[in-house]
């Protein structure tokens, strides 16, 4: 990725390097859909030395950009919007 200037302050921002986020920390049985989330998020983050100002460039680096629950019967991952586990047909949503 090419330097680019701060947009608050216009000093060039410079490359923290890489990062990945966890998802689906929170158990599937207490959260709600966004808690189903399994996987992680990989951020190219960029930061302006002078005041501080952090860019996160977002990329979920799966294959088909979706992210992936994993089935709590058969431990299977699949596609978070999948009402039912494609492999045992495990409801989430009943
Ligand atoms: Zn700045
Ligand atoms: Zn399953």
Redesign the pocket.
């Known amino acids: 990725m090419e330097a680019f200037k701060c947009l608050r302050c216009g000093t060039e921002m410079k490359d923290a390097g890489k990062e990945t986020i966890q998802l689906g920390q929170t158990s599937w049985l207490l959260g709600d859909l966004p808690n189903l989330l399994a996987g992680s998020l990989d951020v190219h983050i960029w930061f302006c030395p002078t005041c501080g100002k952090i860019e996160l460039f977002g990329a979920v680096e799966k294959e088909n950009n979706l992210l992936q629950i994993t089935?709590?019967?058969?431990?299977?991952q699949?596609d978070f919007d999948c009402p039912k586990?494609?492999?045992?047909?495990?409801a989430y949503y009943t």
């Open positions: 089935c709590p019967r058969c431990g299977h699949h586990c494609p492999h045992c047909g495990y």
